[in-house]
């Protein structure tokens, strides 16, 4: 059974910083493509960033300069450093698993990141 379990959201000022972490129970971390998700109210989820298995980085526009995605695949755990954030960054941000050479996809529960004053 895949588990990915996210942490580090919370309620920050704007400007502020967070880290988000999501640990994956997945055999084949290493060749596994993980991005993060955000879903704001009333709005349908959407990409935020991804690494995949080789560490290659893609972001969303709305992410780029800001936002940091890794992986440390010694602890089956990806990463999204958030910083400067702005309150159009308030969302449920959720962990994406997608193994490679599958047409599996694995979400994590999300984690409320709150930006506001």
């Known amino acids: 059974q895949v588990q990915l379990v996210e942490s580090g959201g919370g309620l920050v000022q704007p400007g502020g910083s967070l880290r988000l972490s999501c640990a994956a129970s997945i055999t084949t971390f290493s060749n596994t493509a993980m991005g993060w998700y955000r879903q704001a109210p009333g709005k349908e989820r959407e990409l935020v960033a991804v690494?995949?298995?080789?560490?290659?980085?893609n972001y969303a526009d709305s992410a780029k300069g800001r936002f940091t995605i890794s992986r440390d695949n010694a602890k089956n755990t990806v990463y999204l450093q958030m910083n400067s954030l702005k309150p159009e960054d308030t969302a449920v941000y959720y962990c994406?698993?997608?193994?490679?050479?599958?047409?599996?996809?694995?979400w994590g529960q999300g984690t409320q990141v709150i930006v506001s004053s």
């Open positions: 994406n698993a997608r193994p490679r050479y599958t047409i599996l996809n694995y």
């Open positions: 690494i995949g298995s080789g560490g290659s980085t």
